[in-house]
């Protein structure tokens, strides 16, 4: 089975409008931590946010909020007020355990940002 | 620049050819990691150093050789590669547990024919 799915393969928003991109994952592990990152053209993983299995509340990291309901396995990137920048492929991630060295991607999903 | 550095950006290299790909850190991480990424494919781990010493091969073939000569630098030897070896290699570092996630290189482009 898939540890992290991501049902997006591509998505569109308007310039300064909000947008959702899903994510669910998969583990019996208690710990674990829940990442997302930006690829832009230029091919650098860039790192957005984290939330920890234990945290109690969402995290947000300037535009960026993971919407993180552990009953459904889900952890979605809200991005608000979208830029032209945004425009990428969004990887999420998940780490077993609490140092885990080996990350599971999903498969992204390409984000374009319309003016 | 992102703290980790991969060089070359681009590499087309024949099937007969043997060429290395460069990974360099100077963050103090202390595991580094090369990872696959082809088209429509979630990113394939392939090796794991921690404080230089191998920790995981996830099954790849003999024509990929890894080497960490110290915690800083990272290499991936090739030879005799595929057409289908042909991916964006992405070089990553971490330190620690926790909100701590992968920092990575902007990656090398191989096309092998």
């Known amino acids: 089975a898939q540890k992290i799915t991501q049902t997006q393969p591509g998505m569109f928003v308007q310039e300064k409008e909000a947008v959702t991109l899903d994510c669910t994952y998969d583990?019996?592990?208690?710990?674990?931590?829940l990442f997302w990152y930006k690829q832009p053209s230029s091919g650098e993983m860039i790192f957005l946010i984290y939330?920890?299995?234990?945290?109690?509340q969402n995290a947000t990291e300037g535009r960026y909020s993971l919407n993180f309901q552990k009953a459904r396995k889900s952890a979605n990137l809200v991005i608000s007020a979208s830029q032209l920048g945004d425009s990428a492929m969004y990887f999420c991630?998940?780490?077993?355990?609490?140092?885990?060295?080996?990350?599971?991607f999903g498969t992204g999903t390409s984000l374009t940002v319309i003016p | 620049e992102t703290g980790v550095t991969q060089t070359p950006r681009h590499l087309v290299m024949g099937m007969t050819n043997k060429k290395s790909l460069k990974c360099e850190q100077h963050?103090?991480?202390?595991?580094m990691y090369w990872y696959k990424q082809s088209a429509k494919k979630p990113l394939e781990l392939m090796f794991v150093?921690?404080?230089?010493?191998?920790?995981e091969n996830n099954s790849v073939p003999s024509r990929f050789s890894p080497e960490c000569p110290n915690s800083s630098h990272l290499f991936l030897h090739l030879h005799t590669l595929q057409p289908e070896d042909s991916a964006l290699y992405l070089c990553?570092?971490?330190?620690?547990?926790?909100?701590?996630?992968?920092?990575f290189g902007s990656g090398t482009r191989l096309t092998v024919v």
């Open positions: 990553a570092s971490s330190q620690g547990s926790g909100g701590h996630g992968y920092t």
């Open positions: 583990t019996s592990d208690p710990s674990y931590g």
């Open positions: 939330q920890g299995s234990y945290d109690q």
């Open positions: 991630a998940m780490r077993e355990g609490i140092t885990g060295n080996q990350f599971y």
């Open positions: 963050l103090g991480h202390n595991a």
């Open positions: 150093y921690n404080f230089k010493e191998q920790t």
